[in-house]
């Protein structure tokens, strides 16, 4: 079996979040980095190359669609996937419009979260390799 070399970053105020995250991508081979605010998390998004990024919505002094799309006008490509408490339909359809690929809701949603940031990392390779 193919070593997974991906890195996910994780961006949520709640420490206990990123770090049930970060145990579940790293049970699955993944390389995990997590931050609690999303300046830092635009900061190492525009510094470091990551496969995938989970992110909160709901967080102080910067929200999660703030987050992805600052992280939408220099990097167009990394998947970006909303683990959120909001289960709100205005607030989906306003976090997919800001340049997220998924949303998924806490904790409801957390056996599948690790299977789509899994599908789409392999569908962006695909794109990648077949351009």
Same mark, same amino acid.
């Given at each position: 079996m193919k070593k997974n070399t991906h890195t996910v970053l994780c961006v949520d105020d709640n420490i206990d979040t990123c770090e049930l995250v970060r *145990?579940?991508?790293?049970?699955?081979?993944? !390389?995990v980095v997590t931050c609690q605010d999303g300046q830092e998390a635009i900061r #190492?998004? +525009?510094?470091?190359?990551?496969?995938?990024?989970?992110l909160?919505? #709901?967080?102080?002094?910067i929200d999660g669609m703030d987050v992805c799309r600052a992280?939408? $006008?220099?990097?167009k490509n990394v998947p970006v996937v909303?683990? $959120?408490? @909001?289960a709100r339909e205005k607030d989906r359809v306003a976090i997919l419009e @800001?340049?997220?690929?998924?949303? *998924? %809701?806490?904790?409801?949603d957390l056996n599948i979260l690790t299977e789509t %940031?899994? +599908? *789409?990392?392999?569908? !962006?390779? @695909? $794109?990648i390799n077949a351009g």
């Open positions: *145990l579940m991508f790293e049970g699955d081979g993944y !390389k #190492l998004i +525009r510094y470091e190359n990551f496969d995938a990024v989970v909160d919505y #709901l967080m102080p002094e992280i939408r $006008t220099f990097n909303f683990f $959120t408490a @909001s @800001s340049g997220a690929q998924a949303f *998924l %809701v806490k904790p409801n %940031v899994f +599908r *789409l990392v392999e569908q !962006k390779e @695909s $794109t």
